[in-house]
């Protein structure tokens, strides 16, 4: 066994088909523990077990099939093919191990308090929190890829409870999800134990079943309503039980025939019904909008009056489920009549409601008469011909081989249709459960949305606004900063301007004739100033060199510029290099250290005197200060008139 087990995990077969499963263990609880150590995806066959429960010789369902045999006693390798060609074709019983569920309770904590006259709020905190676990749950679950039902009961704000119901054993969520209790939430982790092995197979066509075809309602919820009419519109059962989960209402159904419709009431259909009717494999039906309840009361009431017994036990949630599956019926009934009087034209028995189950399922009336008139060629129907003439006794064998020719002929093209429908049926499986999980987000995302719109637009206005403000509040800190700094530097020149060290002047790129009006009102204001420039233009200086010599007593200019310094001093203005003076700038002012007087005069002299051809005479020392204390006095007025504006602004 230890090697059969490690070859199947290294070809990770889809099917191990075997003629008996006990073969792989002497009892239940040893087969169990054999089952589980298979791959998840290994499906185990019993080929020689039929749907209906009967069991038939392998060799007989190989003739069957149309598998050559030969004769004698089959070989174990030969026996061991046989059973996979007839796993392959769709023959036997899936077994499967009924795994443990488990139960995630998410409800209010024990620990609540009342809230006196804050209670509401008290209430919409916890309902909110119950939402936020639910939705973390459902998260987690998700991710882990385990599948599940989730019931809640809503409420203003939230949920007042919820339940996960989860097909997995307690030890897969170690690490997924654990019970929690704080002052608002209680989380439960409840595990159901069931462990046993179980027959599970899909009704195979060629096959009646014994118990009638189903058309069951379902109301989910916390208390969950089941009612299933055949096929005719008949009564069968009906049932409301609290706590319920999908493997229990599969069970439920199965014990009372052959489901091949499941109806809900409402559109779109809840995840609940959506997921049975894919396990179950048979078609679900949504009204074309939600039923209202004088809609379902109404037909509940007149389906009350054929049966009586029904007004005992219909409550709300039996009323709810009946009333989908009479939806459905009422659907459905005129195309079921065509199928009645198809039948009734034809000269041969057939079984009409599993015609109407094919119906129901999706297949024409057209294909699904010809499927039963091939069950019947191919001998599985226990009915027999009925052919409206008499057959002569001389023809049997003739009739019997072209009946034989062509009954094989269908029954390899049914076979084959048979696995090409297998393999859509997986794929339907795999689109239909990714589809569940995204619209499992979607509805509890809109339930949360719904509950929280108004509040969600109140926080984005506000957010927005506090962005708004952070910006603005930004804006003001680096301003408040430039000025500090600003403040900061013009009181050390403040300083340094009274104590003589720095002399206040202007600065241009280059002299135009706007600059030059700037210049000449400065200085008739506050007298000849210091000029600071950037570039020296000759076309400009020519032009207004003339005007600036009576208000400009130095220009400073880089030393790249100084060779064009004789179209300045052409007019008695010195020219001093830029670089050889600490020039500060604030507010729009420029302030030269105060060495560019005593330097200027010295250079406007220089220049005099080369005009003259005389020399240069020296100062003295009282001449120098007596300048420069006239300058200063000018200087000043002109200083205080700017610091004036600073300080405004």
């Known amino acids: 066994m230890h090697r059969v087990i490690r070859l199947i995990w290294e070809y990770r077969p889809d099917v191990v088909a075997l003629d008996n499963i006990y073969e792989l263990a002497s009892d239940e609880h040893e087969l169990v523990r054999v089952v589980s150590m298979l791959p998840p995806s290994t499906e185990i066959v019993q080929v020689t077990r039929l749907p209906t429960g009967e069991y038939a010789d392998i060799r007989s369902l190989a003739r069957l099939a149309g598998i050559e045999v030969g004769g004698g006693k089959l070989s174990p390798s030969r026996t061991a093919y046989v059973s996979a060609l007839l796993a392959l074709k769709g023959y036997g019983s899936r077994i499967r191990f009924v795994e443990e569920k488990t139960r995630i309770i998410v409800s209010k904590s024990r620990r609540v308090k009342h809230g006196g006259s804050s209670n509401p709020r008290f209430q919409r905190k916890v309902r909110s929190a119950i939402l936020r676990a639910v939705r973390l749950i459902k998260h987690r679950l998700d991710r882990e890829r385990l599948d599940y039902d989730l019931v809640f009961r809503k409420s203003s704000g939230g949920l007042d409870s919820a339940t996960f119901i989860v097909y997995a054993p307690r030890s897969r969520l170690y690490g997924v999800v654990k019970p929690y209790e704080d002052n608002d939430i209680r989380i439960e982790v409840r595990p159901v134990y069931s462990s046993h092995i179980v027959f599970e197979s899909k009704q195979e066509e060629s096959l009646r079943p014994l118990a009638p075809y189903l058309i069951v309602g379902v109301d989910p919820g916390i208390s969950t309503g089941l ?55 048979v078609p679900l039906y949504e009204p074309p909008s939600t039923m209202s309840v004088e809609e379902k009361r109404e037909l509940v009431d007149s389906y009350v009056k054929r049966y009586p017994r029904l007004a005992q036990i219909v409550d709300s949630h039996i009323r709810d489920a009946l009333a989908a599956a009479l939806r459905a019926f009422n659907s459905y009934k005129s195309k079921l009549l065509q199928v009645e009087s198809y039948a009734s034209r034809i000269g041969i028995e057939i079984d009409v409601d599993h015609v109407k189950a094919e119906v129901l399922k999706g297949v024409t009336i057209a294909e699904a008469i010809e499927n039963a008139i091939n069950r019947v060629l191919s001998g599985i129907e226990p009915q027999h011909f009925l052919v409206k003439r008499v057959r002569k006794h001389s023809e049997p064998d003739r009739e019997e081989k072209q009946v034989n020719g062509l009954s094989d002929r269908l029954h390899r093209e049914i076979e084959l249709l048979r696995a090409q429908n297998k393999l859509l049926e997986q794929r339907l499986r795999e689109l239909t459960q990714r589809l569940e999980i995204l619209e499992r987000d979607y509805r509890v995302a809109l339930l949360e949305y719904r509950d929280n719109i108004e509040k969600d637009r109140e926080v984005t206005r506000l957010t927005n606004m506090v962005s708004i403000l952070r910006s603005e509040l930004e804006k003001l800190r680096e301003e408040n900063k430039r000025l500090k700094e600003a403040l900061e530097t013009m009181q050390r020149i403040v300083l340094e301007v009274a104590s003589g060290s720095l002399v206040p002047g202007l600065r241009f790129n280059d002299i135009g004739g706007e600059e030059a009006d700037i210049v000449a009102s400065t200085a008739k204001l506050y007298g000849r100033i210091v000029l600071v420039v950037d570039r020296v233009n000759p076309v400009n200086w020519a032009r207004y060199g003339n005007d600036l010599r009576k208000f400009v007593i130095v220009v400073l200019a880089p030393e790249s510029e100084l060779d064009k310094a004789n179209c300045i001093e052409a007019y008695d203005i010195p020219v001093l ?6 020039v500060e700038h604030v507010a729009g002012m420029v302030f030269v250290e105060e060495k560019v007087l005593t330097d200027s005069y010295a250079r406007l002299l220089e220049l005099r005197a080369r005009k003259s051809g ?36």
């Open 577 to 582: 290099p830029l670089s050889n003076y600490r």
């Open 227 to 281: 009612a299933a009419i055949d096929i005719n519109g008949n009564f069968v059962s009906a049932l409301s039980r609290r706590g319920i989960d999908r493997g229990d209402v599969i069970s439920w159904i199965q014990e009372h025939g052959t489901p091949v419709l499941v109806a809900t009431d409402v559109r779109p259909a809840p995840d609940f019904v959506k997921k049975l009717a894919a396990s179950l494999g």
């Open 614 to 649: 005389s020399k240069r005479r020296e100062l003295s020392v009282e001449e120098i200060k007596r300048l420069i204390s006239e300058y200063r006095a000018k200087r000043a007025r002109i200083f205080l008139k700017k610091a004036e504006g600073f300080s405004d602004s």
